[in-house]
């Protein structure tokens, strides 16, 4: 009886990260049909698969490698709702969000927690034509053809809890289609909301295709509405085709209860071009996982990043580039402030495969701590086959620079505003990255205000007040 | 051109491929509790020393092989090894004493040890398989209070000294080499440097595998008691053979208050064939501890040779204002795969330390360089500069880096740069101009490129590491 006991006891913290997971299969065995009822058929053929792959991976831990700086224990605790039935949600997302970037002129549209929002403004998002922009579910049965070809391409493969966890889970996602050699005349804009009265989980599974020749801007903003506590675990697929050109933007303000996971593929063919800019202004725990696969000659990769946080804010950017073909450049930049008790981490592997000469690859990760209790783990990581490459990367982790404050002040700056000139200079280089002027603008002005500690607040937003 | 020159670089010889009749005494091969007594027995060791092997060895029977490395090991049967040899004639009294086939061994290796008692001063304690033969200059070096002697020696003489900081550096747990390393550690070099003495020469070891099938279970200790100083020099040569070798040793440093402690190792193990076949594999934790204030540890190493690789020299900052300094200079030719680097752990206040890394990849071979930059809360003002520089001279070698930085104080300043890139043809054109082949120029642009790490080498052995740079690479490149 006694060995019973001892061993029981032993086995307590596995027992423990065994239930986390096991509610979820649970819930999925007991849901699996309605999941799929409300779905559709291209997101379930391989949904059982995903499922198998999450239960024998389960959720990540900080004992992975890769999420070496990402500790998900606490949160995936929480009793989270998941609307299965997908019961739609009462909100006017229109009504809510008012804060939108002066100018932008973008094709808005909105998802709220994982559920695309019908558009009810045909005329303001007249898309050019043969651009598709919808729901995978009613795409699936509109043109099921475009599915076919591209979705779960890049992400069944992945050996990643939180995608096999999407994979199984994940009933409906934001879907986008420029054919080719289309430019789109304005960029699209991609709102993520969470609502809901009730601790909630989201999972969505987005997929972006570029063809040949076309060129599109994708700003994706996520925002939380109510006080409780969200969860959203979302992937995104992106085919970038030869020659063609695709901006990502991802820009976080969401509240500190929310845990945001998010995993951004792309893959690039001959000659193509891409920026993805990810910025994280406000948040509770937030996980980027960015992968980028140049899979034809002549891509250039522009990968950005930046992150203010303060409190308890915990961000972990895992970033991935992998150069599979010759003459490929990239360039990576993150940038760091961190304050009270956050915590940062930042991964940026770069992998050049064997026959991926005359490579050059540039990566830089800078980071600035202002408190005592603040912390920065950074793992650049390059892994080189191939020799005739050129490859760097630099990081480095310091305070603000006490000569050029010693500068400013002797020349009648106050230290507040030495300190805020620098943290601005700091981080400007990313926002400088960001090619919507209109956007840009509004970037600076947010990253001023967060900096100066008034949380981004803007006139007239329901969200904020 | 290129591939030419390549081909000669890939068959250049192990020049130092011989073996040596000496008589061992070797126990059966495998591992049990049993040889681990049989160990202790052997060297006639106090009560208290087997209860650390067999503490050592029950822990290491519950621990698993590390596979996280960018290394790809072969399975390792550690039944299949024999885990002692010494040789069997007594220690000799003086150099007319040793083995006449001993002797000869070190002509070839070009460091005739008359030759280095009188041209270098150095004292050098010679370990042939895994019992100290030969020690110079002890005499003198005693009158100064310092004690340079075998590991078993110290055991015996020093009982104290070795049982107070003995795993204080390298816990007994601490990874799966270390502890078999602790359960069936056959020699090694003690050091001792007492309060404010100044050592007047280069202490130095070589290290030889020579028996067949023996691994080779080394443990060195370094003390550098208040204001003391040492430099201490390690290299060795291995003989040709078929099968693969195991190494696993430990180097645990403690440096007090004011002490400085300077390590250089030239190492140069067999590589194994042009095929990948044979070679040693070489599983070391080497860490130094900076236990009192202005202490100072450096680390210098130069990897040349080896199967496997697998060598993070470490430095525990914990007294105020320390410093702690790792250069090193890896090449990897053939079949070679190498994951080196360091640790600096910053924990006391204003502490520095400075890694300098330096991969020269060649062949098929795997170079990487991983480390660990890590801050602590209450490290104020502690500052660590990295670069980690890689040279790539074949389309079939990888190049690899991972560098960890940790950071949990805001006054701290960490920077890590790391390039890679491939050898340059315009300083090879610009030396072939000038009537020097591509051969030589590539030996000299490869000096060149490791120069700021063999430049922290003592004179004796920074010519050594320059012939051995040439020799891994020889015939290559273009």
Redesign the interface.
């Known amino acids: 009886m006694k060995n019973n006991e001892i061993s029981t006891l032993n086995a307590a913290p596995t027992v423990r990260q065994e239930t986390l997971e096991q509610q979820y299969i649970d819930l999925y065995k007991e849901q699996r049909e309605s999941i799929k009822k409300h779905s559709s058929a291209v997101m379930n053929t391989s949904r059982d698969e995903s499922f198998a792959r999450f239960e024998a991976l389960g959720f990540p831990t900080s004992a992975l490698e890769n999420y070496k700086y990402t500790d998900l224990r606490e949160t995936l605790s929480v009793d989270y709702g998941l609307n299965i039935n997908r019961i739609s949600v009462p909100i006017n997302p229109y009504e809510v969000f008012k804060c939108d970037v002066p100018g932008i002129h973008s094709y808005l549209y909105f998802v709220v927690n994982d559920a695309f929002y019908p558009v009810n403004d045909p005329v303001h998002n007249k898309l050019p034509e043969g651009v598709i922009i919808g729901s995978v579910k009613d795409v699936a049965a509109s043109h099921p053809e475009l599915l076919r070809d591209y979705f779960g391409k890049l992400s069944t493969a992945k050996n990643d809890g939180l995608v096999a966890f999407n994979g199984a889970f994940a009933q409906d996602g934001f879907f986008m289609y420029v054919p080719k050699n289309v430019v789109m005349d304005r960029p699209v804009q991609l709102v993520n909301i969470m609502r809901s009265d009730v601790d909630t989980m989201a999972n969505s599974h987005n997929l972006i295709v570029i063809e040949e020749g076309s060129k599109a801007q994708l700003l994706v903003c996520d925002h939380t509405v109510d006080e409780v506590r969200f969860l959203s675990n979302r992937v995104t697929e992106v085919f970038v085709g030869e020659n063609a050109t695709y901006e990502h933007y991802k820009l976080e303000n969401v509240h500190t209860k929310t845990t945001n996971l998010s995993t951004l593929l792309i893959d690039q063919r001959k000659s193509s071009n891409v920026l993805a800019n990810v910025i994280t202004l406000h948040n509770g725990i937030t996980r980027n996982t960015i992968e980028i696969d140049l899979d034809g000659e002549g891509c250039d990769t522009l990968l950005c990043g930046m992150v203010i946080a303060d409190k308890k804010q915990e961000v972990d950017n895992f970033t991935s580039i992998i150069h599979n073909k010759p003459n490929c450049n990239s360039r990576e930049l993150f940038k760091y402030v961190l304050d009270d008790m956050s915590k940062g981490g930042f991964t940026g592997k770069l992998l050049v495969a064997k026959d991926a000469q005359k490579t050059a690859a540039f990566q830089t990760n800078r980071n600035i701590l202002l408190s005592k209790t603040a912390k920065m783990r950074t793992k650049p990581q390059l892994e080189i086959w191939a020799d005739d490459v050129k490859c760097s990367h630099g990081a480095t982790i310091g305070s603000l620079d006490e000569s050029a404050k010693f500068y400013m002040q002797s020349r009648g700056i106050s230290e507040k505003e030495a300190r805020l000139l620098l943290m601005f200079a700091f981080t400007n280089d990313v926002i400088e990255n960001i090619r919507i002027p209109a956007l840009q603008d509004r970037m600076k002005l947010l990253v001023e205000k967060r900096l100066r500690g008034e949380l981004s607040k803007c006139e007239g937003c329901v969200i904020c007040q | 051109m290129s591939e030419v020159l390549l081909d000669q670089v890939t068959q250049a010889d192990y020049k130092y491929g011989f073996t040596t009749d000496i008589e061992t005494d070797i126990i059966p091969i495998g591992l049990s509790e049993d040889v681990v007594r049989l160990i202790s027995a052997k060297k006639k060791e106090p009560e208290w020393m087997l209860e650390f092997r067999l503490k050592a060895y029950r822990h290491w029977l519950t621990m698993k092989i590390p596979t ?1 490395a ?1 290394l790809d090991i072969p399975d390792i049967d550690f039944q299949s090894i024999a885990y002692y040899a010494a040789p069997r004639k007594n220690a000799p009294q003086n150099l007319d004493e040793v083995d006449p086939e001993l002797l000869k061994t070190f002509d070839k290796l070009g460091i005739s040890m008359e030759e280095q008692k009188m041209l270098s001063g150095v004292a050098v304690d010679v370990v042939m398989d895994s019992i100290s033969v030969k020690t110079t200059f002890k005499d003198s070096l005693a009158e100064m209070g310092i004690i340079f002697c075998s590991f078993s020696e110290a055991v015996e003489h020093h009982p104290d000294l070795v049982q107070k900081y003995m795993s204080s550096v390298v816990p007994v747990s601490d990874n799966f080499f270390a502890t078999l390393n602790s359960a069936v550690f056959s020699d090694g070099s003690f050091v001792y440097i007492p309060k404010g003495i100044r050592c007047p020469m280069e202490l130095s070891t070589y290290f030889r595998i020579n028996a067949i099938n023996t691994g080779q279970f080394e443990r060195t200790l370094i003390i550098a008691d208040e204001d003391s100083y040492v430099s201490y020099l390690e290299g060795c040569t291995a003989p040709m053979r078929d099968e693969n070798q195991l190494h696993a040793a430990i180097v645990e440093i403690v440096a007090l208050k004011n002490a400085e402690v300077k390590y250089s190792t030239v190492q140069n193990w067999y590589p194994g064939d042009k095929t990948g076949k044979g070679g040693v594999y070489n599983f070391v934790t080497k860490r130094g501890i900076c236990k009192g204030d202005s202490s100072r540890i450096s680390w210098t190493q130069v990897e040349t040779g080896s199967a496997i690789t697998w060598k993070y020299p470490s430095c525990i900052l914990l007294g105020d204002n320390s410093s702690a300094e790792f250069y090193s200079v890896a090449v990897t030719n053939h079949h070679q795969q190498a994951d080196t680097g360091t640790k600096m752990l910053h924990i006391g206040k204003n502490t520095t330390s400075h890694i300098l890394s330096k991969g020269i990849s060649a062949g098929f071979s795997q170079n990487s360089y991983r480390g660990l930059v890590r ?1 602590n ?1 209450k490290a104020d003002n502690a500052r660590n500069f990295s670069q980690c520089d ?1 040279l ?31 050898i340059n043809e315009d300083q090879i054109f610009y030396c072939n101009q000038r009537g020097i082949s591509t051969e030589d120029a590539v030996g000299l642009i490869v000096n060149g490129y490791a120069k700021e790490v063999l430049n922290k080498l003592p004179m004796e052995f920074a010519v050594e590491a320059q012939k051995l740079l040439q020799i891994t690479l020889e015939g290559s490149v273009g």
């Open positions: 996280w960018q801050i809360p890689s790539l001279l074949s389309d079939k070698c990888g190049a690899h880096t991972f560098p960890y930085m940790e950071v949990s104080n805001e006054s701290a300043i960490v920077e890590h740069e790391a390039t890679t890139s491939k």
